[in-house]
């Protein structure tokens, strides 16, 4: 009996996978007028998926699996965000699927085997499922952004990505064999007793986690393992791109804080060095060349490096209010990315790519309400006040702060002051420039109800930021 209720905590996992398979194999006899029936499926998954994750909401923390599952409020909040996220990328994306014919099976079941991966990845308290929930992760990816076969960009991003992603997971997989060798152990739970025992200064401890710091950040594509992102974003057909600039920054976050703050506790004083560096760099590179982006995407993918920079400040501060400040900052991050990008897959028609800054010229003239949308995701982005980008910065700010790193705190503030001119740039594009031509488009209802609701969340999500920064901080409050 005990190991049948073992299963209810990973009931959402299980419910994914389980449908992925049948989509799967049900997609094959389906037509390709039919593949509505696939997509129906995939959706009615997600949603059934949040339905069990927001039933867990509030339970005691537990392991399961001999210690290799956690199951607490960390998980359940991550969970939540990476399937709402799933669930609203396949909505933006689906005319946009349709028109350049990846509008199938393989897509929806890639996205569902992904979004597990993730969800592995959030209650892994096990070195091996916190590899395998990663690895899954990867190579969903790998193949979202070379779908496009006949596209010579999206085959180079898929290979850029691929190599760089398996050294990554190479680096990655050597810092944990070093610690399991260090400590006998690849429970997080008992590597962290271990480290408690042992010479901090030691130089193996050093070296396994640099190699750890050194994964992650080439996960994450924080400065200077960002390589690959620009090129991936810009690559990648633009319903793979929402797929990667959105949820596994979730995942991503739950990542650092399983392994460095479960797992290393006791390895602060070497992690927090190089997250600082690595934080500060990636704000500042990202945003300088975003300045100089012509393309949309990519500018997007420098915004991004920028904005894994400032999560990893709140990782930094090292205390609950700082990690709490952090998960905030990156669920609202992911959401702001899916409104971006899914405003660009809706003003992109059949035959017509919309990825240069240029293409959005007099968007106002011709679709006030689109242009009203992207004005909002960019003030959100750029934390201009009263959207709840600027409450996710201030949070940061002040998780830097209270525990004294004034000078880091400065910084951060001087790198967003500075980040902001090439999000008013789009702005300014967008309402003051006259389009080359005029195009109009139809987008669809459903997607475009959904994107509005999804952006002007910045704003009537307002009154209840301090409601949605405590269930972050009650979410971290059962870390060491």
Not at 95 to 123: C, H, I, N, P, W
Not at 182 to 187: N, V
Not at 220 to 234: E, K, R, S, T
């Amino acid at each position: 009996m005990n190991d049948t209720i073992q299963f209810m905590p990973v009931l959402p996992e299980i419910i994914i996978a389980s449908m992925a398979c049948f989509i799967l194999v049900i997609d094959l006899y389906l037509k390709d007028s039919q593949k509505m029936i696939s997509f129906g499926l995939t959706i009615l998954t997600l949603i059934v998926g949040l339905v069990f994750i927001v039933s867990g909401y509030g339970q005691e923390p537990q392991l399961i699996f001999n210690g290799t599952v956690v199951v607490d409020q960390l998980s359940v909040v991550t969970k939540f965000g990476i399937v709402l996220a799933s669930l609203l990328l396949l909505i933006y994306s689906q005319q946009y699927a349709l028109d350049r014919k990846l509008f199938g099976g393989e897509y929806f079941v890639l996205v569902l085997l992904g979004t597990v991966g993730m969800m592995v990845l959030t209650s892994s308290s096990h070195m091996l499922t916190l590899y395998m929930g990663l690895e899954l992760l990867s190579l969903c990816m790998y193949a979202l952004i070379a779908m496009q076969r006949d596209s010579a960009k999206a085959s180079e991003a898929a290979m850029k990505y691929f190599v760089l992603g398996a050294l990554a997971s190479g680096i990655l997989l050597y810092g944990m064999s070093l610690f399991y060798g260090l400590t006998g152990s690849l429970q997080l739970g008992e590597i962290s007793q271990s480290l408690a025992s042992q010479d901090k200064q030691s130089m193996p401890l050093i070296l396994a986690t640099i190699f750890i710091v050194v994964g992650l950040a080439f996960k994450l594509g924080a400065v200077p393992f960002h390589m690959w992102v620009p090129d991936v974003y810009h690559g990648s057909p633009t319903s793979a791109t929402i797929f990667i600039g959105a949820a596994p920054k979730i995942a991503a976050f739950a990542m650092v804080v399983r392994l460095l703050v479960s797992g290393f506790s006791e390895l602060q004083i070497h992690w927090g060095d190089m997250l600082s560096l690595l934080a500060i760099a990636s704000v500042a590179v990202g945003n300088i060349l975003a300045i100089a982006q012509t393309n949309f995407k990519r500018m997007l993918a420098y915004s991004t490096i920028s904005h894994m920079g400032f999560f990893l400040f709140g990782i930094v501060s090292g205390n609950e209010h700082g990690y709490g400040a952090a998960l905030f900052y990156v669920m609202v991050y992911a959401f702001m990315s899916l409104g971006a990008f899914g405003l660009l897959m809706i003003l992109s028609s059949k035959g017509v790519e919309v990825e240069e800054i240029e293409d959005l010229k007099g968007l106002n003239q011709t679709h006030p309400w689109l242009a009203f949308l992207m004005l909002l995701v960019m003030f959100s982005m750029a934390g201009v006040p009263p959207t709840i980008g600027f409450y996710a910065k201030l949070s940061v700010i002040q998780s830097l702060v209270s525990v004294g790193y004034y000078q880091m705190a400065i910084i951060a503030v001087l790198l967003a002051v500075i980040g902001a001119y090439y999000y008013l740039r789009i702005i300014k594009t967008v309402y003051f420039e006259d389009a080359d031509q005029k195009r109009i488009l139809t987008p669809q209802p459903v997607a475009t109800f959904v994107l509005s609701t999804n952006i002007l969340a910045v704003l009537w999500l307002m009154p209840f930021v301090g409601v949605l920064i405590d269930i972050c901080q009650k979410a971290v409050m059962v870390l060491p």
